[in-house]
């Protein structure tokens, strides 16, 4: 049985919340907001709560995690336009190691190294293989946790990368950069072949995760009705805007348009050199800027969000990336004009509930 904090005649309010948000219609924000503390109605289970899926032995079975995943979800809040989703974490681009890297598991995250050195681009070779350990995991946990949550949980993608980004996990950083002068087309060949598996594996996951709950989400939790994904390429924050456009935009038009709806990961000071070309593709339908460790909060950047909303693209961040939490959202409005077209995405603590309802009630979204 499942005892959530949300039904179907929510999810019916959802969908066509985010339909309208989607269309551009919406005359409001989208809010995500979650807060822990709900009374479960049972136990927790035996199995600890780990960010990463990978950190449970493979001898842990499917079902269990999925349990864990749903009791965590039963402790929850789901206010404004949140939604309760989940989607298997196995590391930021792991389609490297379905591709054939070993995934390691790190004290806080997951790397992703080749089994043996690539001494030459000619010796890679990138094919679909439906025994590969991880990929029967992720297919484990997806089928059980689709059976456990009885529809009323968006499953989402996992986190399969960026097409340079996985051709470093084999090649590693600084020899992909010396590839890119060195061997230019057997770089621009490979990435089109992990494009090819990229949007292989895409699909095989959505085959599972449709039947159980029709809709799309991703490590980003935006609903979609149609498919969406958030794109990235981290390793383009160390390549020239001339390079952006050879190596990394032709295969980024091309799953964009593949997609019904869009947002591409700005991650970095370097990656605002290409931002322009970002927003020159038609076909992508949002933005989210991460400034980065070090630098101020999202709401420093007046002049970043005025170039994406003057696009025409969609706006999304976290409440963490700024210093001012929830509030980051009326002074993000404030300089842009309005809020239309934004979905700020967070938890909230239990000492700000109040705040966090406000809030809610300003917009529209209670």
């Given at each position: 049985m499942v005892n959530l904090d949300f039904d179907q005649a929510r999810w019916d309010r959802t969908r066509e919340t985010y339909r309208q948000w989607w269309a551009g219609t919406l005359d409001r924000?989208?809010?995500?907001?979650?807060?822990?503390?709900?009374?479960?109605?049972?136990?927790?289970?035996?199995?600890?709560?780990?960010?990463?899926?990978?950190?449970?032995?493979?001898?842990?079975?499917?079902?269990?995690?999925?349990?864990?995943?749903l009791y965590d979800l039963e402790c929850t809040h789901f206010l404004g336009d949140a939604f309760p989703s989940i989607r298997p974490?196995?590391?930021?681009?792991?389609?490297?190691?379905?591709?054939?890297?070993?995934?390691?598991?790190?004290?806080d995250t997951v790397w992703f190294h080749p089994k043996e050195p690539i001494e030459s681009l000619d010796d890679l070779r990138f094919t679909f293989d439906p025994e590969n350990v991880w990929f029967r995991r992720l297919c484990d946990v997806y089928?059980?946790?689709?059976?456990?949550?009885?529809?009323?949980?968006?499953?989402?993608?996992?986190?399969?990368?960026?097409?340079?980004?996985?051709?470093?996990?084999?090649?590693?950083?600084?020899?992909?950069?010396?590839?890119?002068?060195?061997?230019?087309?057997?770089?621009?060949?490979?990435?089109?072949?992990?494009?090819?598996?990229?949007?292989?594996?895409?699909?095989?996951?959505?085959?599972?995760?449709?039947?159980?709950?029709p809709g799309y989400t991703a490590w980003t939790p935006i609903y979609s009705e149609k498919p969406y994904y958030i794109l990235q390429s981290d390793f383009c924050y160390m390549i020239s805007p001339p390079m952006f456009e050879q190596f990394v935009k032709p295969e980024l038009v091309a799953s964009c348009e593949k997609l019904a709806a869009s947002f591409y990961h700005v991650d970095g000071l370097g990656q605002l050199a290409h931002l322009d070309s970002l927003l020159a593709i038609e076909s992508l339908d949002g933005v989210q800027w991460v400034p980065g460790a070090g630098q101020p909060g999202i709401t420093h950047w007046p002049e970043v969000y005025r170039k994406i909303r003057n696009a025409g693209k969609l706006i999304q961040f976290f409440t963490h990336q700024d210093?001012?939490?929830?509030?980051?959202?009326?002074?993000?409005?404030?300089?842009?004009?309005?809020?239309?077209?934004?979905?700020?995405?967070?938890?909230?603590?239990?000492d700000q509930e109040a705040e966090a309802l406000a809030l809610l009630e300003k917009y529209g979204a209670a």
């Open positions: 924000p989208l809010i995500h907001l979650e807060m822990k503390g709900r009374d479960p109605g049972r136990a927790a289970p035996p199995l600890p709560a780990y960010e990463f899926a990978s950190f449970y032995d493979l001898s842990i079975p499917a079902d269990a995690i999925a349990d864990r995943w974490n196995f590391g930021p681009g792991v389609i490297a190691a379905l591709l054939g890297t070993e995934l390691h598991n790190g004290d089928r059980a946790a689709a059976e456990r949550f009885e529809g009323l949980v968006q499953l989402g993608m996992t986190d399969l990368g960026g097409n340079l980004d996985v051709l470093a996990s084999f090649r590693s950083s600084q020899s992909l950069l010396l590839d890119l002068y060195d061997a230019p087309q057997q770089v621009e060949r490979l990435l089109w072949d992990v494009h090819a598996m990229w949007w292989r594996y895409f699909e095989a996951f959505n085959a599972i995760i449709q039947p159980a709950h210093d001012r939490g929830i509030a980051s959202l009326d002074c993000l409005a404030q300089q842009l004009g309005s809020a239309r077209g934004i979905i700020m995405i967070g938890h909230v603590p239990a």
